[in-house]
């Protein structure tokens, strides 16, 4: 009976193990269970079958653990659960396209080195060069690089 005990918890905390690592990100019930049931039955072994059963079931627990991860990583199973999907839409810039070189505008929200401004019509989204521009600042666009919108405040 005390052998069943052992054999029970050690394949209920690798279990627990691969659903931690594998299915539940972060550190979760099923880890910590994992951990209690592993040192629950090498505990229990220590303390109701002797030493030498005590080693032997953590010798037993150590390696099951470790081929249980590595047969799980090797097995098919982990591509079923892998994600293959790749991304292929793309951020709708075209009002970005639209604005020019020496445009003028106002900007619609603070720009704290980042934020939206309404350029010919368009709200985009603009970088400050100056710092810090309040809302509803007069701005002129003084260049654009790598899809990012540079703005200036208009010098009266």
């Known amino acids: ?31 910590i269970s994992a951990l209690a049931c592993i040192i629950y039955a090498n505990y229990y072994a220590f303390a109701n079958l002797g030493t030498g059963a005590g080693f032997i079931t953590l010798t037993i627990s150590v390696v099951t653990c470790i081929g249980s991860l590595v047969w799980f ?24 396209r639209r ?9 619609t929200t603070r720009l704290a080195q980042i934020g939206y401004a309404e350029i010919d019509g368009n709200i985009v989204e603009v970088r400050s060069i100056e710092g810090f521009l309040d809302e509803k600042t007069p701005i002129i666009v003084t260049r654009i690089s790598n899809g990012t919108i540079l703005v200036e405040k208009i010098k009266q």
């Open 73 to 96: 990583m090797r097995s098919k199973m982990l591509d079923d659960l892998a994600l293959k999907k790749n991304l292929e839409s793309t951020v709708d810039n075209s009002a970005e």
């Open 99 to 107: 604005v020019k070189v020496g445009d003028t505008g106002i900007s």
């Open 1 to 31: 009976m005390d052998i069943l005990i052992i054999t029970v918890l050690i394949i209920a905390a690798v279990i627990l193990f691969l659903v931690e690592l594998f299915i539940i990100p972060g550190i979760s019930l099923a880890g």
